[in-house]
């Protein structure tokens, strides 16, 4: 039988890089045990396990697809037999294809991005319900889902289907968390504008934030760790009466 760990855990998918990097970080210094999983990049994925580990937490890096149910399963059952509890769920995994406007935009392209953005994070709460929910006789639990602001901008010329997918998971937010709220879960969202993270340079401009912080109400770009530290307040008990909520992380925009 699976040893259940006293500190809670959190799990942060896309862990290895920029916002869910920052997040493991901070989690680990509030006392959380640490899972990530990763796609392609597993060095970084590594590193940050290694940065978890040296700040006197547990941590499991992991190579798993959101977009997967197989691998999101295989995901959850390694953390029930590593750790044996899941506390807060960070649906964190995204991703983004080079800015194009929508008449461009390849049905496989469209494809992927709502499997990883949209359905992703729908599987890995599904998995996280069955475990949380006092419905399954679980403890209850947080699940932290990360859209963008592109949700609300609509992203035209440069990103229009990652909008839509991260505005299809805005709409799940707002019904999953009305599903659970009596079952001691809480589900909340948050929408980071134009942070300083990697994830520019796979929509073909790196300098993005750059560019654009002129149109920042803020007249800066923001930081991974400003938004980890709006992640992790959600995740607390400071936030127990927050559920079915946005929280921007914009500079005003």
Known sequence: MTEVSQAPLILITGGGRG?????????????????ISFVS??????VVAA????????????????ADPEQVEGLFAAIDQKFGRIDVLVNNAAVLAPQSRLEELGFER?????????????????QAARRMSYRHDGRGGVVINISSAAARLGSPGEYI?????????????????KEVAREGIRVNCVRPGHIYTDMHASGGEPGRVDRVKDTIPLGRG?????????????ASAEASFVTGAFLDVTGGK
């Open 19 to 35: 916002v869910g990097a920052a997040t493991a970080r901070l989690a680990a210094a509030q006392g959380y045990d640490v899972a």
């Open 41 to 46: 990049d597993e060095a970084s994925a590594l």
């Open 51 to 66: 940065e978890v580990e040296a700040a006197g937490r547990r941590a499991l890096a992991m190579r798993a697809d959101s």
């Open 110 to 126: 469209m494809r992927r991005i709502f499997a990883v953005n949209a359905i992703g994070p729908i599987l890995c709460a599904q």
């Open 161 to 177: 289907d990652y909008a839509a997918s991260k505005g299809a998971l805005e709409t799940f937010t707002t019904g999953f968390a």
């Open 222 to 234: 923001g930081q991974p760790e400003e938004v980890a530290r709006a992640i992790l307040w959600l």
